[in-house]
């Protein structure tokens, strides 16, 4: 860095986007998403965490608030591809509840798949799956390792069982795969009423093959029927008083069940956001081998716009291998109907959730949480072959401090920035937390220059020279999503809170909008 950040002070407006008694009926909000779209629409998400302010296991899904270009902000909704309902949208904490967590998006611009489609991927849990097997006290678990699907011959087919399984204090069970006895056909033709047929599933010395065709079929929806005829059954909780839901293998009590391990469900909208549908379950495509949890970034993806790679989608991930954080990114060619995953960023290190940006030549840069205890605030990566691979580690800014250990988001700028040096440079922007306490909340603007002396064949450098002071130094703030307004102007979608509780500042999503007059 060759200045201390020059601060600067932009008209502020501050918006509860989402809010405890708004028209999703949910009390608390995390991880938030955010798009401006190429027509001018604005997408907002955010978890809707019904419960607690913890993650999975609990009854979260997935909340949607969208702007007109004219400026007009519709109300809040829940999609119905987003919204588990094996649980009542009501208060308390539901550790047997299925979830959807932690969504990151992206817009297809470059007409590679569905011009202008929007892509949603998500972390998608089976009842009682998650991180945390208990929120009061924090119990961490081990998530079985597998993507929970089998390999028959030149294609995946999605595991379920007739068989389920509880643990000895009554929570999910469902991983031992000896006990699946049948299998979907997700990615196969569908069946002549339109459904996804599902086969028994036979087992041998040589392995496992597809027997007879059953009974069941799975809607594109993932909702179960017999005979082409949707099940049903009771909602759980206080107020729903017995509302009977479609069976969704993802439910306690579904009668075929999925494999307990973490997936991420994709989902698109060709609508701006309006409705969304279940695309596939992209996990079974990429998941990496042997990985248990396997998780988004979140918040968003990127679409390559130069360069050899043009139109190649990316997604960060990381997962869980020897006790440490790894990360990577997912990776499509194809409109997003196939996924891979990429080399992982070589990091000796424990590093995971991130934000990636397209530099100047087409080149990717990630900026990852540091979950160190030193390697600097937080810490970033480069690939020269469109995410496949990864340089080693450097700091942002320069220092060897330990992480803030927070998400971070990070976007490139469409318009060059004056330099306080003189001249115009490309810019990007971070926004980040700069305490571990999750506190002080800042919004960094980087100029990028060429520089052919830095490490990992990175031959840029990035000279923070500007900021923007989110949250005073004491106040908290946490995960956010940053994105450019068709004016230049930049949204930003965070968690903060007017107390130093989350509990209080997680009753609301804030968004703000910054006006870059350098």
């Not at 081998?289 to 990381?318: D, H, I, K, N, S």
């Not at 230049?488 to 007017?498: H, K, V």
Request: charged share 20%.
């Amino acid at each position: 860095m060759c200045f201390a950040p020059q601060e600067l002070f932009p008209e502020r407006e501050p918006q509860r986007l989402f809010f405890n008694g708004d028209e999703t009926g949910s009390r608390w909000f995390r991880i938030p998403f955010l798009l401006s779209a190429s027509d001018g629409t604005l997408i907002a998400g955010t978890d809707a965490n019904f419960g607690s302010t913890g993650d999975s296991a609990e009854n979260i899904d997935a909340a949607i608030r969208r702007r007109s270009p004219e400026g007009v902000w519709e109300a809040p909704f829940l999609p119905p591809a987003l919204h588990l309902r094996d649980y009542a949208d009501e208060p308390g904490y539901r550790q047997k509840s299925a979830s959807f967590i932690d969504g990151m998006i992206l817009q297809d611009t470059q007409g590679v798949g569905t011009p202008g489609r929007l892509h949603l991927m998500i972390d998608g849990w089976a009842w009682n799956g998650g991180l945390f097997q208990q929120m009061y006290p924090t119990v961490v678990r081990k998530v079985a390792p597998g993507d929970g699907f089998a390999r028959i011959g030149d294609r995946k087919y999605l595991l379920l069982t007739s068989r389920p399984q509880h643990t000895e204090d009554g929570l999910n069970g469902n991983t031992d795969l000896s006990r699946f006895d049948y299998a979907a056909d997700l990615w196969g033709s569908r069946d002549e009423r339109g459904q996804i047929p599902v086969y028994c599933l036979e087992s041998s010395g040589q392995g496992v093959s597809l027997g007879a065709r059953t009974e069941y079929s799975l809607t594109d929806a993932m909702e179960l029927c017999r005979n082409g005829d949707l099940l049903y059954l009771p909602q759980k909780g206080e107020s729903s008083a017995g509302e009977m839901v479609p069976m969704n293998p993802l439910y306690e009590d579904s009668v075929l069940q999925m494999y307990n391990t973490s997936y991420f469900y994709h989902m698109v909208s060709d609508d701006l956001g309006r409705s969304w549908r279940l695309e596939q379950i992209a996990s079974g495509l990429c998941k990496r081998t042997g990985t248990g949890a396997y998780l988004t970034g979140p918040g968003r993806g990127v679409q390559l716009e130069c360069g050899p790679y043009r139109g190649r989608m990316l997604f960060p991930t990381y997962y869980f291998q020897e006790d440490r954080l790894r990360s990577e990114v997912i990776f499509s060619d194809d409109g997003g109907k196939t996924w891979a995953h990429s080399a992982t960023v070589p990091s000796g290190g424990s590093i995971s959730e991130s934000a990636l940006v397209e530099l100047p030549d087409g080149s990717v840069g990630k900026f990852m949480r540091n979950a160190g205890n030193s390697g600097g605030k937080m810490v970033w990566s480069v690939s020269h072959d469109g995410g496949m691979n990864w340089s080693r580690p450097q700091s942002v800014l320069g220092d060897n401090e330990a992480g803030v250990n927070c998400q971070l988001s990070a976007l490139r700028y469409s318009r060059e920035l004056p330099s306080r040096e003189g001249g115009r440079y490309p810019a990007l922007l971070l926004a980040s937390p700069f305490s571990s306490k999750r506190t002080n909340g800042r919004l960094l603007i980087g100029l990028i220059k060429p520089d052919g002396h830095c490490s990992g064949g990175v031959k840029y450098r990035i000279d923070w020279e500007y900021q923007i002071q989110v949250t005073a130094q004491d106040t908290l703030f946490a995960y956010s999503c940053l994105t450019e307004l068709p004016d230049g102007r930049i949204g930003l979608l965070y968690e903060t809170s007017p107390t130093d509780s989350w509990q209080d500042g997680l009753q609301a999503m804030i968004y703000e909008e910054f006006a870059l007059s350098l």
